[in-house]
């Protein structure tokens, strides 16, 4: 359970969030939509106490991030697996290792069984055959499929995946929406999706939260998300629409998945 | 073949470590894995002398200074020196400062003593060579000369012996003269017997006391050294004494041989007034020596006040 | 403007309590064993050669310009190497080494560093329950307080070595010569001072670095910035030290 409590944060004149109230309950899948500069990674950041915010509070199971020693945050971090926008991946360590890393300092797992479970987050992702490979020498959607496996391979009770479709072609796109279905549904994780994809949003999301300018302008189930009364809201969603409206795929919009 | 950064690593600091301790055992000058010993000096100057001057031995270098320290007491600088163990040095070796030290050519020089003497003993303090000197000389003669004048005694009292058996034969015609050569004998016995001592003990405590002696240097260096040399010149005049009373007493042997063999009679020895004179002589000579000794022993030490220290 | 004046306060609180948290975490070490070699085997080993470069011309030069300076019939030769090495054991040896790391070891670790903030690796390390301050920070400062020490003999026994090489080669010293006025004037406080030195400058280096890496932010740019600014740092802060080191226990 995460609760995040009227958080204010800005970065120096800029104010990037102010008063954001957000639950997200055990085992669902939130979806954090807004435009561009909206303040949702800087959100996500709040929500594993990488930022601290100016004011107001965030509990993870309970637990005030602001307040818990540092020990006591790093343990409460372990149970997150962290997709960042930009991948984050090492980039002095081959795609494997990226992976192995957790799994090397946290898990007490052998050699051999580290290798199996790496194996198996690759396979996930769909990148069976990268492990010896550099980030460097990786396509950005194929950085971002290595950092989603190194965000899972922990086997984390929140997941928070921040653009895990972005940059990729649509079939991709399918195979991470239903790998975030697959690891919500059999392992009962707990996952918030940042995302501006639509598609994403319908494939994968119980609930939605619209962050427009600082605020969050909407927050409810994503049945609900065509119509509501926030106007702002409905000419996000016409815009991907409209995008999407010329494709064989406009028909799914309005039809939101179960 | 790959090596872990934990061996590199490892590699590097000892190599790095031991790299560290020869280099710095090599600049102090210490043989790698042999041994030193110490050394010490003292002299009144120290002339800029530094630690890490050289010490040298006939212009080799045989070791390093260590430590110079000016001695608040005795207002001398005592200096430390660290040797190699490769040339000995033998006993009776002094040291000097030389050089000069604004051209970094300072040093301490050793001068080897007696080759014969066996190798000083690590931790002793080596004499200064200007300030002892003369005492030092003194000190080298002593056991030569202590030995000297016991062997001359010892003959002598033989030689008293001889003649006493001699003059107790009572046909003898010398009995008169030879009553009066036995009244002086009985005396130098007498007065080598007691002076055997005294001079033995003398010359023991010249030795022993060399030591101190030099601690008063610092002070009275001049008078002492006036005193010194009198001292020797005394016990020069001493051993030049015992000498000619070994002569005469070798001359006396002759004599006696003779009488005893009977080949010469009482008148052909005073019929030979060569011989009686000579006899008669250095019996005097060595009587009023060893009298004089005898009656005033500190007239040979006149100046030497440290007497008083024996 | 009080906010400028009050700045390199902020920033030496900033780095002071940074470096002290590295620190802390020492007794995570275990965690961060095989990062602590890694950075010992860049840091060090892998800067082996360009310190005895710059250690070889050094001592070379030092060596050829005393000789040149001395030139008088009055001066035994033997000084050249009574000045030479003490210099180098000293000074030169420690400072030319701090000035080639704190370009080569600083401007490196700040710009991994920077790199790393920037493209939120820090943040990566951070989430997964890492200490990335112990992770990142502690294993560099401890590998530069080890390393420099090494790296200090290295510069002394290939800039002795040179000097004396270069006397002999030259003509003009003859390694005997050399040898003696070395030893001559050798004192143990000299190799020490410059040990002492050499930690001093690893740390400085290495902290400093890891100070302005860490903190980066902005980019490219941000990075580039960082750099230079470790580098420079550590330089200026190597000469204060230099100075204080030398004040302190000469
Ligand atoms: N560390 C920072 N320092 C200063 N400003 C920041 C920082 N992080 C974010 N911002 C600002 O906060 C605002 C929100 O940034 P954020 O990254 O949350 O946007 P976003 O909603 O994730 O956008 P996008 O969808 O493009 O990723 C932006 O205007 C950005 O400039
Ligand atoms: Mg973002």
Redesign the pocket.
Known sequence: MIEVRNISKS??D?Q?LSDVSLDVNEGEKLAII???????????KHIVGL?KPDSGHVYVDDQDLCCVPYERLRELRKRFGVLF?GGALFDSLSSFENIAFPLRYFSSLSESEIEARVQECLDLVNLSDVGAKNPSELSGGMRKRVALARAISMEPAYILY??PTSGLDPETSNTINDLINHLASELKVTSVI?T?DMHSVLEVADRVAF?YRQDLEWVGPVAEIHDCANPNLNSFVRASEYKIGDSSTATSLSEPSP | MQYSNELKVGAAIILAALAAFAGIRFFQNVPLFGSSYALYAEFDDANGLVSGNPVRMKGVKVGSVERVRLDPKTQTVRVQLKLERGPTIPEGSRASVSGISALGGVHVSIAPGPRDNPPISPGSTLPSLESSSSLGRLTDQAPALASKADSVLRNTSATMATLNRLISRPDSDLRQTLTALRGMTNDLEEVTEAEKATIRRLLQNLEAVSGDLRAFTGENGDSLDVAVRRLNQSLGRLNRGLSSFEKTSATLDTITTKLNNGTGTAGRLLNDPSLYMKLDSAATRTNTLLEDFRQDPGRYLEDLTLVKVF | MLDSLLAPFRALGQYAILIGRAFASVNEIRMYWKNLFIQMVRIGIDSVPIVALAAAFSGAVLTVQTAYQLETPFIPKTIIGSIVAPSIMLELGVVVAGFILAGRVGARIAAELGTMRVSEQIDALEVMGLNSVGFLILPRVLAGIVMFPVLYVVSCVVGIGTGIFTGHIGGFLSVSEFLEGARQFFQLLDPFIGFIKSVAFGFIVTSIACYKGYYT?GGAVGVGDSTTQAAVLSCVFILVADLLVAMLLL
Do not use: A, C, N, P
């Not at chain 1, 807004?34 to 996500?44: A, H």
């Open positions: 970065f120096g800029l990037v807004g435009r561009s500069g909206s303040g949702k990674s800087v959100l996500m930022l926008q921040d653009e940042i501006h962050l | 932010g």
